[in-house]
């Protein structure tokens, strides 16, 4: 995207000087004029889930935003009538859309969505929404000043498993809950990390970027652990240490492999151990252990095992973000959202230890295996699912499990967060 313009200030004007854009101003029981910026790549997910609510009547889409030519959906067509643009400033101005998605890349979210919330269009911020606690603060600023809304990309978050494991955890089904852990092994290419001049990479241009296992495709995978740690505490998770172990099988500058643990003041630990290198693919579990039980959530699946049941089982269900959003714009007192801003604070604090964290250590040699060539070359890391699965369920870093090739973790002291 372009560099968008500064947010408006108390005048009427941006920093700059600029006029700002007029407040669309629609009455929050109209047909919503929705808009996406970032129309390619994850963007047609998005196009698929806009898709049946436009049919329905129950938005507009009225634009999509890209760089490059808008690719076609099948199950997507754009509709007639749907402006596309390649700058998301020009859409504001022409389509006055009342809510954004902004799925692009995750170092130009802080300014596009302050040009949209100076647009006067609520959100729909992909994730990760920032890359830094100020940055988190800024955007936290202005939603209050403005009065919109703003709903992060964690759509796992809807899911109605997580809210059965949440309620089994509350109603101390599980007894006191000693730990937290989540185990994830996925695969990733060559090709993978040639999809965009940001993938694989922490600064881009002279500004952090952040790609990587723990900062994207995973990112998940923690979200639901803090999740999980905010029913065991009864409040938001305030992280006070995080310990940090970051590994790469390939010239990239971000992690492919990761543990990583957080402590929060009166709550249980989370471990996270993750990898794009895995041996066999493990979709991503949460694992949630207490003196009474121990419970485990497939989180992409909604697949669920708790104390007593023999067997995990589906638990169908999850409450789309972008109806939650329309649902709240209509009732904000009844209807909050899932995944609002201020419930992503403590992913954002780790985050900004991720991207301050040294660069991670190189596997290579007998320590990998390397199949296929070019695009589809995969490297896998020997050993690396059993790994990971016991640091989930022990609580534990590679460092700690005796790994002749782990490094010691790098340690943060952080101060609480502001509300």
């Known amino acids: 995207m372009t560099a968008p313009l500064p947010p408006a200030a108390a005048d009427g004007t941006t920093a700059r000087g600029a006029p700002a854009y007029p407040v669309t101003g629609a009455s929050p029981t109209a047909v919503p004029r929705v808009a996406i910026?970032?129309?390619?790549?994850?963007?047609?997910?998005?196009?698929?889930?806009?898709?049946?609510?436009?049919?329905?009547?129950?938005?507009?889409?009225?634009?999509?935003?890209?760089v490059q030519p808008v690719a076609d959906e099948p199950a997507a067509p754009v509709p007639p009538g749907v402006g596309v643009h390649t700058d998301h400033r020009e859409m504001l101005a022409a389509a006055r859309p009342d809510v954004v998605i902004v799925c692009t890349p995750p170092h130009t979210h802080l300014p596009i969505a302050l040009d949209v919330l100076a647009a006067g269009a609520d959100l729909l911020l992909e994730k990760p929404p920032v890359l830094s606690t100020a940055e988190h603060r800024e955007l936290a600023g202005v939603l209050a000043a403005t009065g919109r809304a703003c709903q992060v990309g964690f759509q796992a978050l809807g899911s109605v498993a997580l809210a059965e494991l949440s309620a089994a955890v509350g109603q101390g089904r599980l007894g006191t809950v000693t730990g937290i852990g989540t185990v994830a092994a996925w695969q990733r290419p060559d090709g993978y990390y040639a999809r965009s001049p940001w993938a694989g990479r922490r600064t881009l241009h002279g500004r952090p970027v952040l790609d990587g296992a723990l900062a994207n495709p995973l990112a998940h995978a923690v979200m639901q652990c803090l999740a999980v740690a905010e029913t065991v505490t009864g409040t938001p998770v305030r992280p006070s240490r995080i310990e940090l172990e970051r590994y790469r099988v390939r010239p990239i500058e971000v992690d492919?492999?990761?543990?990583?643990?957080?402590?929060?003041?009166?709550?249980?630990?989370?471990?996270?151990?993750?990898?794009?290198a895995g041996e066999d693919f493990v979709a991503g579990e949460v694992i949630v252990t207490g003196t009474a039980g121990r419970a485990v959530l497939e989180y992409p699946t909604d697949r669920l095992l708790l104390p007593g049941d023999?067997?995990?089982?589906?638990?169908?269900?999850?409450?789309?973000?972008?109806?939650?959003?329309?649902?709240?714009?209509?009732?904000?007192?009844?209807?909050?959202?899932?995944?609002?801003?201020?419930?992503?604070?403590?992913?954002?604090?780790?985050?900004?230890?991720?991207?301050?964290?040294?660069?991670?250590?190189?596997?290579?040699?007998?320590?990998?295996?390397?199949?296929?060539?070019?695009?589809?070359?995969?490297?896998?890391?020997?050993?690396?699912?059993?790994l990971l699965r016991r640091a989930a369920e022990q609580g534990a870093l590679l460092s700690e499990l005796a790994v002749p090739w782990a490094v010691p973790p790098v340690c943060t002291e952080l101060a609480a967060l502001d509300d």
């Open 310 to 386: 023999p067997e995990p089982r589906e638990v169908p269900g999850r409450r789309g973000l972008l109806e939650n959003l329309l649902a709240h714009r209509a009732d904000p007192a009844g209807t909050p959202l899932i995944a609002p801003l201020a419930r992503t604070a403590p992913f954002t604090a780790v985050l900004e230890r991720v991207r301050q964290a040294p660069e991670p250590t190189l596997l290579d040699g007998d320590l990998v295996t390397v199949t296929g060539s070019g695009p589809e070359r995969v490297v896998t890391v020997r050993g690396i699912n059993a």
């Open 37 to 66: 910026v970032g129309a390619n790549g994850h963007g047609r997910w998005h196009r698929r889930t806009v898709a049946p609510l436009h049919a329905a009547g129950r938005l507009r889409l009225v634009a999509l935003v890209d």
């Open 256 to 276: 492919d492999t990761a543990t990583l643990r957080i402590v929060t003041p009166g709550g249980p630990p989370i471990v996270a151990a993750v990898t794009l």
